[in-house]
């Protein structure tokens, strides 16, 4: 590109007066280090690292070399423009101010968001979220399902006589868990509906019930096992205690600041919601 060549050499011919820094002595590469030209403006390392770390996902696997021109070709031509530009609209000013300020404020975030979280804090946030938390009981339970409360009766009749629970399902129940054995896995409160459920909650392991009514027909129902659901450790919970921990450090710093801040904000009916839409406004 003809273009690029021009520049690439017209640098070349002032890189030391410009205070270009050669490639190969790194040791006297800095952020500020001057990479390009452009007239009297300059395009710093640093513009380029920052612009480079704020590439799309799929623009950060390519090559070094290739991302380096891009960039560099990038912000000569964003130079060559905003040279041009004669009368500097008013928005310009604002959204500047609105970056600096989100710029700022980010910072802020970050060096907190990045503290370390002492053990001690995560082990009091873990143990304040579970005092008093007792843990839920999960069953493991199969049934019989029939249409009737005679066909119910029936089958709780051959389980007594010593049918086994499983074969007697596989040929009598109509639900879908007929051909497994009737087995339903494992399952907590109130994920059954609310007759079978207590049906269950009554039986001892190993237990069968008298038939159930539901929604779904009749039930011969055994309660295989009983367990108590673990609750999850701390490390389970590490990740999300920290944010937790880390979020309430930073409110706790905006209420600091707020207390010491001379704040005032508008009035009730003292502006137009609407304004907000104004576009016009930030014209000159």
């Known amino acids: 590109m003809l273009f690029r060549t021009k520049m690439l050499a017209m640098a070349a011919s002032f890189a030391l ?38 590439l799309p996902e799929q623009y950060q696997e390519l090559p070094d070399d290739v991302v380096f021109n891009g960039l560099v070709d990038q912000l000569v031509n964003q130079q060559l423009l905003a040279n041009s530009l004669e009368v500097e ?22 060096v907190m968001a990045s503290a370390n979280v002492p053990d001690e804090a995560l082990q009091a946030a873990y143990d304040a979220r579970f005092e008093g938390v007792e ?19 029936a089958v709780k009749e051959m389980i007594d006589g010593g049918a086994d629970f499983a074969d007697t399902a596989r040929e009598k129940s109509t639900g879908p868990s007929g051909p497994s054995g009737g087995e339903l896995g494992w399952f907590g409160p109130g994920m059954m509906v609310t007759e079978f459920e207590t049906a269950v909650t009554t039986l001892e392991d ?19 096992e009983t ?7 701390l490390d389970d ?30 009035e009730e009916g003292a502006f137009d919601f609407s304004l907000i839409q104004n576009l016009e406004l930030l014209e000159d």
């Open 17 to 54: 007066s410009a205070g270009f820094a050669h490639a190969d002595n790194h040791s006297t590469v800095t952020a500020e280090t001057v990479v390009a030209s452009v007239g009297d403006s300059t395009i710093t390392l640093g513009q380029l690292i920052m612009l480079r770390s704020q």
């Open 89 to 110: 609209p008013k928005r310009v000013g604002i959204a500047i101010q609105n970056e600096l300020r989100s710029l700022r404020a980010g910072e802020v975030v970050n």
């Open 135 to 153: 843990p839920d009981p999960e069953y493991n339970a199969s049934h019989i399902l029939v249409e009737t409360e005679e066909e119910a009766i």
């Open 206 to 224: 190993g237990d069968v019930s008298d038939p159930v009514e539901t929604q779904f027909g009749w039930h011969v129902v055994k309660l295989n």
């Open 227 to 233: 367990r108590m659901t673990a609750l999850p450790s």
């Open 237 to 266: 919970l590490r990740s999300e205690l920290t944010t937790e921990i880390r979020q309430t450090i930073l409110n706790e710093k905006l209420a600091e600041l707020t207390e010491a801040a001379d704040i005032t904000l508008p």
